[in-house]
């Protein structure tokens, strides 16, 4: 204690003195101004002095408070001092204002922008009164008023032509790039200032010359984050200087595990977030050089740096913005890392905002990267957000936009529909939309999100009803009258909410929804995207006899026969078909008020359908639609319906009305087969978790002649619930079965993402078990083996990889996770696949889940498999999304050394390639133990074997005769067949004359290998006669083998006499005479050695 109170008295002590020795400063300073007594070198001592009190805050806020600035200004403003006082006097000025607002704005009052422009020119080879000044304009930018001063000063030329003038000086480049950075910052006119005076080429020339300089390359990130900002033309510059290159050049030397510039870092996200938005070309530059694995990374081990997190995921959305590949490259460990960033920081609203950004590029448009979003619980995320922050404009704008990225189930993401669904999104859309009801902007989008939500999910019909939709869709539509966006959405939403609700109907008739689609259809009667869905929103409407009647009253009548007349004598392609099936059901619906069939009967519309009904075939759906419209015009008494009825059976189902939907669904089944034109019933009941019903409606005849409607939705629901018997039951249905077949390419196994995200393996088994499902896991589908890993449902990775029997390269990325996932990687670390395949068992599976387990495995060869990602743990420096030291500390001590010796031929691999093996030996060894020449699909696992054996031959040569010659031999006992290897006795013999070519002794290599090629080469007998058989393989392998022993026998022979002599293919009796002397050298050489061994002993 007695220590510490001495620390503190001695610090006041420094502070007391310290603060003396400011006044002493500044009263010299003044009575300086006042009287001139002092001579310059007081003066400039005290600058000197000054300059280096002031880099002590409380200094600068001890001149700022007495006056010094004015005293400074005075002095400086003085042409006739020394230029080493006016340096000083630039030292003091620079120090004062640096990072102190205040003072910022003192000194630019008092005059000292102009100053410094001023006198700049009148010292141009003055080096250090230049960078001073550098400096000092450097410090004084960073305040928005001198920044517009210097804007007016023109000192942005000035900057750019000291940089060119001093091109060598890397201390000045430092200082000009960062003045260049603190003057253009959010500053467009400074910007175009510096752009005209080239700037571009500057920067590009500093980064180039001074790759080594720390500081330099961060400021001029920062500067190229600032110019790049919003000028698409100084992208497209410096993309032509390759400051893309030079960027990522500069984060890959100080940017690198584990020691990160977090400054460099920050600067540099910033500069690449800048120069790839909304620019293709840089975002497949940056791509290109490895960019994106870089910021995935920057994500993964800056977790706890918020800021950096911020910059991360702005680049992130920049980089996929628009550009598909750049999206497929980011992938699945980019929406992981980012939804991990919005769940770490859910209380920071940049990082929220910049997320839910980088959520919807990587999502629109990109089905794979919308189920990973939904895999790491994308949606949950969006819309705990959008709950967080209600008033914030960018977060609700950024939020809808995802909403509909993530969850538009055209492109196969009705899981994330639901998962939306399931997470409020209805009612946060419909709330926050109202609560901004001045922007279009936010508007448009929030029709889209609604759009995204109802679309092809009839159970979001009554949660977005509940929150007011059918009012908001209307009102939105009427206050963004002539906004071709606002019509098209909003038609295509008043379509999907009447379509199976007669309930919205009434709301929407109610809220102006037949205004709003007729004054959508007349201001844009020849928009070909917006027709479509307004003529639907009249067809479902008018199933609401009110609308029908209000439609008329309007003049939709005249709307719809004004479309139709537009087709007569125009080629119908099938596009403009289906809209015109489309017209021809809303004269039909529309026709259902009696005084609507007189209008069109006035409108001579069934002329019109007479004409077009002659150009086309009765049989094709326009044909049949034209005649039905024709018959509804005329039939003026509309046939009695159930409609009311299966619209209450569908009504009791979406409140949980189970007895309702019973009572009504038993009368309907007898009165109107025709009651469930769909399987919604069917999909609530399961929804809302109601298994015993669902089993019931599925006893009924007209449910399971339905039930694979909506595209399979009801199965989809069933399999998220993880309800067996129900799965099981409608995978017994043809038109299910079918419909898992005849979906949109790339979609197969949605219905297999249902019950694997969930963690629904029983489930899984069942789906597994379906001939489509299985043939996409095999070929080419790795989305469901990933959604898995990312949920940590390992039970199903291991299921699925039995399945598609070799893993995908995309799956090693999910191995990075494990350390977040599990509390102790060192004893829990699933490594999921390593498989066994006894003969004996048939085709079986085991797995390692465990270290122990898989140290156990290791130390049998039959059982050890070696995945990409395994041959990556060998090789660390190869795999570019890096564990933790930590988890690679515990590696190391338990499984690594094991893993190492079985690894260690492929530590060479090419990264390109990480699956295709190098050593020839453990190649035949790997194959033989594991019985994979055994395998159905041997060629999908293995390759073609004699392929691949040659193509090891050859490679194995670099590491030595010896090596490559007895990996041969041991692979070819091991996996060729006797007739298949003659071809190789050819590929052993030519390199071994090769070899003797180039002074290599091979005698003993022959001495191994012809017994081999006597006794088992010829297949069928020992006989040498058999050489001469006709079969060209075996022509050509007695030729070899009588070069190699005519070789052995005239060594200094010409080559082209030995050739001559043995002509093109050697005679059988050639072969015999090389042997007999062979063998009779061969046997001297023997007795020879044995009497030297003997001598030696």
């Known amino acids: 204690m007695a220590g510490d109170t001495a620390d503190e008295q001695m610090r006041a002590n420094a502070s007391t003195v310290l603060e003396r020795v400011c006044d002493f400063v500044h009263q010299i300073l003044g009575e300086y101004v006042q009287s001139g007594r002092f001579s310059s070198l007081i003066v400039q001592k005290t600058f000197e002095l000054a300059a280096f009190l002031v880099r002590a805050v409380n200094h600068q806020n001890w001149f700022a408070d007495h006056g010094t600035c004015s005293h400074v200004y005075h002095i400086i403003q003085n042409q006739t001092l020394a230029e080493l006082i006016q340096c000083g006097g630039l030292a003091v000025v620079s120090g004062l204002s640096r990072n102190h607002v205040g003072n910022q704005a003192q000194l630019g009052d008092m005059g000292f922008c102009e100053w410094i422009c001023q006198l700049l020119p009148n010292y141009p080879e003055h080096q250090l009164l230049q960078r001073g000044g550098l400096e ?61 005076m080239q700037v571009c080429e500057l920067i590009a020339a500093a980064m180039q010359r001074y790759p080594e300089e720390r500081m330099l390359q961060l400021k001029a990130c920062g500067a190229i984050w600032c110019l790049a900002a919003n000028q698409q033309a100084v992208k497209e510059q410096f993309a032509a200087l390759g400051v893309c290159a030079l960027v990522y050049a500069a984060v890959t030397q100080f940017c690198q595990s584990p020691t990160i510039d977090r400054h460099i870092g920050f600067q540099a996200l910033g500069a690449i977030a800048n120069l790839a938005l909304n620019h293709a070309a840089n975002q497949t530059r940056f791509a290109a050089l490895g ?36 999206k497929s490259r980011l992938g699945m460990r980019a929406c992981e890392q980012v939804c991990q960033a919005l769940s770490r920081y859910a209380d920071n609203r940049d990082v929220q905002y910049r997320g839910i950004g980088a959520l919807c590029a990587l999502a629109q448009g990109h089905v794979r990267n919308a189920h990973f979003v939904g895999a790491c619980q994308g949606g949950v995320l969006i819309c705990n957000a959008l709950a967080a922050y209600p008033a914030d404009r960018g977060i609700q704008e950024v ?29 946060l859309v419909c709330r926050w939309a109202e609560y901004h009801p001045d922007d279009p902007a936010l508007q448009v989008k929030a029709l889209g999100a609604m759009l995204a939500l109802v679309l092809h999910n009839p159970i979001n019909h009554t949660a977005l009803s509940e929150a007011g939709a059918c009012e908001l869709v209307c009102d ?42 007729y004054e959508a259809l007349t201001a844009f009667p020849h928009d070909m995207g917006l027709r479509p869905k307004g003529v639907l929103a009249v067809i479902y409407l008018s199933h609401y006899e009110l609308a029908a009647r209000r439609w008329g009253e309007l003049g939709m009548c005249h709307v719809i026969h004004e479309i139709l007349s537009h087709y007569v004598g125009i080629p119908v392609g099938p596009m403009r078909e289906a809209v015109g099936v489309r017209i021809c059901q809303a004269v039909s619906a529309l026709c259902g008020d009696p005084a609507n069939q007189q209008r069109f009967i006035d409108l001579n519309t069934q002329q019109t359908l007479l004409t077009l009904g002659t150009a086309h075939h009765s049989g094709t759906p326009l044909g049949r639609a034209l005649r039905e419209a024709q018959q509804a015009i005329e039939h003026l008494v509309r046939p009695a319906s159930d409609a009311g009825q299966h619209e209450s059976v569908r009504e009791a189902a979406r409140m949980g009305q189970w007895d309702e939907v019973r009572r009504l669904s038993d009368y309907l089944v007898s009165e109107s087969p025709a009651w469930a034109e769909n399987s919604e019933v069917l999909c609530c009941a399961i929804a809302k978790n109601h298994q015993e019903m669902a089993q019931q409606l599925l006893e009924k005849p007209a449910v399971r002649k339905t039930a694979h409607t909506l595209g399979n939705l009801a199965l989809c629901l069933a399999a998220k619930q993880g309800f067996v018997a129900i799965v099981q039951t409608l995978l017994t249905l043809s038109d299910v079965r079918a419909n898992l077949v005849n979906t949109t390419a790339g979609l197969e196994n949605e219905v297999l993402y249902w019950a694997v995200n969930p963690g629904h393996l029983s489930v899984v088994k069942l789906l597994l078990q379906q001939e489509s499902i299985r043939a996409a896991v095999h070929t080419q589908d790795d989305m469901a083996l990933l959604i898995a890993g990312l949920a940590s449902h390992w039970p199903i990775v291991h299921e699925l990889q039995a399945c598609a029997i070799l893993l995908s390269p995309h799956v090693r990325q999910l191995f990075c996770k494990q350390p977040y996932l599990l509390p102790s990687p060192s004893a829990e670390l699933a490594l999921c696949v390593p498989y066994h395949i006894p003969i004996s068992l048939g085709f079986d599976t085991q797995y390692a889940t465990t270290l122990a387990e898989l140290q156990a495995m290791l130390q049998e060869m039959g059982y050890f498999d070696v995945p990409a990602f395994l041959q990556n743990l060998a090789n660390r420096h190869r795999f570019p999304l890096e564990f933790p030291e930590s988890l690679i500390d515990q590696l190391a001590q338990s499984v690594m050394p094991t893993v190492e010796a079985l690894l260690a031929p492929y530590h060479h691999l090419d990264a390109v390639t990480p699956d295709t ?36 031959f050859f490679m194995a040569r670099d590491e030595g005769a010896d090596v490559a010659l007895s990996g041969l031999y041991r692979a070819m006992d091991l996996l060729l067949k006797p007739n298949e290897r003659v071809p190789f006795y050819t590929e052993v013999l030519n390199y071994l004359y090769s070899l003797s070519v180039d002074g290599t002794d091979i005698w003993r290599y022959i001495r191994e290998w012809l017994p081999r090629i006597l006794q088992e080469g010829l297949v069928r007998s020992y006989e040498l006669t058999l050489f001469d058989l006709s079969d060209p393989v075996v022509q050509e392998c007695r030729f070899a083998l009588c070069h190699c022993l005519s070789l052995l026998r005239y060594p200094g022979q010409d080559p082209k006499a030995r050739t001559s002599a043995l002509g093109t293919h050697a005679e059988l009796k050639q072969l015999e005479d090389l042997l007999a002397w062979f063998h009779s050298v061969d046997k001297i050489n023997d007795a020879v050695a044995a009497f030297e061994m003997k001598v030696h002993v």
């Open 136 to 196: 000092t304009i450097r410090n004084l930018a960073s305040h928005r008023e001198n920044q517009d001063r210097f804007g007016r000063l023109v000192a942005c030329t000035s900057v750019c032509g000291l940089l060119r003038q001093y091109a060598d000086d890397v201390q000045l480049q430092t200082i000009g790039l960062s003045a260049i950075w603190d003057l253009t910052l959010n500053c467009a006119h400074n910007q175009q200032q510096c752009i005209e």
């Open 291 to 326: 960019v994106c694995e870089w910021v995935i990374k920057m994500l993964s081990v800056s977790s706890a740096d918020v800021g950096l997190q911020v910059q991360g995921c702005l680049t992130v959305w920049s980089l996929a913005s628009h550009n598909p590949t750049v």
């Open 399 to 427: 939020g809808f936009g995802a909403i509909f990225a993530v969850g538009f189930s055209e492109t196969g993401n009705t899981v994330n529909n639901v998962q939306l669904a399931e997470a409020g999104a209805c009612q």
């Open 476 to 517: 939105i539509m009427r206050k963004r009258a002539n906004m071709r966006e606002v019509y098209e959405s909003g038609c295509g939403l008043i379509w999907r909410l009447s379509m199976y609700s007669e309930h919205n109907r009434v709301r929407l008739m109610a809220a102006g929804a037949c205004e709003c689609v």
């Open 917 to 952: 093996p190098v050593n020839l030996l453990w190649y035949s060894q790997y194959v033989a133990s594991k019985h994979l020449m055994q395998h159905p699909n041997v060629r999908a696992v293995i390759g073609d074997v004699p392929t691949v054996l040659r193509s090891l």
